[in-house]
């Protein structure tokens, strides 16, 4: 299958970072400020984006956890496959915390509301917020929107995104794969960011 | 994307018994049950997979453990739950099993666990009823929910089942735990050897590959694991003979004390799949030894049971409305 690339090395770290500033900017020193990754791939965007935050502010304000939301699936049953659980790590109560979900890639958004459903046993947050990597917008099922944006793609139902990171995948890149992706350019597809708001 | 995330389903349909699976389903347990130990320690333990399913647990033999935490279990998975013992029901008047279950299931109950004192219940009901079953112990032929507990007890103790030499004492006999449990640890490439009076080993049990020890202290010896059975005082001399002489000399020659604990020289895990006959098969100081995993195998029993129940509802065809 074809596949073109939307994010090479270089541009995917400087949307993360840009992610950062983003949130730096909204929310300050991050005091009280939760950013929770959701497994399996959203994690790694969050660990990324604790990483980067942690060496532009120089020191730890915010608490991290990963959730896993493979019971709170509204699938279950509906597909053949069964998708494996991951592991959650949550050390800390969400009560009256400023919580930021963090996923890969935004599509149907039925992740992020199983997502929303698996937090709240942890606690009833201030408020929650959404980041994603990638928002494959005009194909949500569910009336969700995130707050910081990396890239909105405008794709078509068979094609499929996905997120390569270096620590998994040996390099950081957003690929498109599927019809329509032969001799495309890049820049044709992938297109604005929430900066742009 | 999922990309990542593996997809698999059990073999089975129905969890009769440990003889049935692979030791492939088995890690599949394992590894959900992971997921859902996790869940049991958060503020809410509670998840919403189940919640369009029924379950009926039918005790027509007396349980506290295995039928709590199967309750839990259900609960914790948000299904509906019916509960039926066999006291104070239709049974009494003469009932047929399968009536029994086929009014229940007249009410649209979806899957059904079971205890049942003759062996093969759960096979028989799987047969001639359109529900899922889960065998929770039929007589003294299989008890597959605490086989899978016990073994997913030492994998958290020991951080592995393969190469792990397992010692089951006591009334091999009658035990539907130690059956469950052989089938169970030999899929996982554990080794078991049996150990107890001559007269609780089944004949002929040398044939499944394990090995059999009469001197507790040499099989003590042997093991990383002691899983102590309970004497079971109530299927003790069904055809008028006593398998052995009294209680005490039982505990003498085939029960563990501190004293025989100290001699055995190396650190052992003690496990007990209750109830205890304290002074028996263990004495208290043995029982409440820090090398002893009895209350990590009850809490790890409804992980499990989770486990196994999302599983085989995984498998179940949703119909149409």
């Known amino acids: 299958m074809s596949s073109v690339p939307l994010l090479t090395s270089k541009a995917f770290g400087l949307t993360v970072e840009r992610l950062c500033y983003q949130l730096i900017e909204d929310h300050g020193k991050l005091e009280g400020l939760a950013i929770i990754g959701l497994q399996p791939r959203g994690i790694l965007l969050a660990r990324r984006l604790r990483g980067e935050l942690h060496r532009i502010l120089g020191k730890e304000q915010l608490q991290y956890g990963e959730l896993d939301i493979t019971f709170h699936r509204d699938d279950f049953r509906h597909r053949t496959s069964l998708p494996q659980p991951s592991a959650t790590q949550l050390d800390f109560s969400l009560d009256d915390r400023k919580v930021v979900l963090v996923d890969d890639v935004l599509y149907t958004g039925r992740t992020i509301r199983a997502g929303l459903d698996a937090m709240l046993a942890f606690g009833r947050p201030a408020s929650v917020q959404l980041l994603v990597l990638i928002d494959r917008r005009f194909s949500r099922e569910l009336p969700i929107q995130p707050d910081y944006v990396g890239r909105w793609v405008d794709s078509i139902g068979d094609q499929r995104v996905t997120v390569q990171w270096k620590e998994t995948d040996g390099a950081d890149q957003v690929l498109l794969h599927g019809p329509g992706t032969e001799g495309r350019e890049p820049s044709s597809m992938a297109q604005g960011t929430s900066a742009d708001r | 994307m999922n990309t990542t995330a593996q997809s698999e389903q059990l073999s089975v349909e129905h969890l009769l018994g440990i003889k049935e699976l692979s030791a492939a389903d088995i890690e599949l347990i394992f590894r959900t049950a992971d997921g859902f130990k996790e869940v049991l320690n958060r503020p809410i333990k509670k998840v919403p997979s189940l919640r369009d ?269």
Not at chain 2, 167 to 194: P, T, W, Y
Request: with cysteine; proline share 4%.
């Open chain 2, 53 to 321: 399913l029924t379950i009926a647990n039918l005790f027509f033999e007396s349980s506290t453990r295995t039928r709590v935490s199967f309750e839990l279990a259900e609960k914790r998975l948000s299904a509906d739950v019916v509960n039926f013992s066999s006291s104070g029901s239709s049974v009494s008047k003469g009932e047929t099993l399968v009536d029994t279950v086929n009014n229940i299931l007249a009410m649209k109950v979806d899957m059904v666990v079971m205890r049942h004192p003759d062996p093969g219940a759960a096979v028989f009901l799987s047969r001639h009823v359109n529900a899922r079953i889960v065998n929770a112990g039929d007589g003294t032929h299989e008890h597959p929910t605490q086989a899978l507990l016990d073994a997913y007890s030492i994998r958290e103790k020991l951080g592995k089942v393969k190469g792990v030499k397992v010692l089951i004492v006591g009334d091999i006999l009658h035990s539907r735990v130690a059956l469950s449990n052989i089938f169970c640890l030999q899929k996982l490439g554990a080794e078991v050897m049996l150990c107890g009076p001559q007269t609780l080993m089944p004949r002929y049990i040398d044939t499944l590959g394990v090995r059999v020890e009469p001197d507790l202290d040499k099989a003590l010896k042997w093991c990383d694991v002691a899983n102590m059975l309970r004497i079971q005082l109530e299927r003790q001399g069904g055809d008028g003979v006593a398998n052995f002489p009294s209680l005490r000399e039982y505990a003498m020659r085939f029960g563990l004390d501190l004293e025989r604990y100290k001699r055995i020289g190396k650190e052992i895990v003690i496990m007990h799949p209750g109830p205890i006959n304290r002074g028996v098969e263990v004495t208290s100081q043995v029982a409440d030894h820090a090398n002893s995993i009895i209350l990590d195998q009850v809490e790890n029993g409804v992980a499990i049971r989770m486990a196994v129940l999302y599983l085989l509802a995984a498998r179940i065809p949703r119909t149409a409305v």
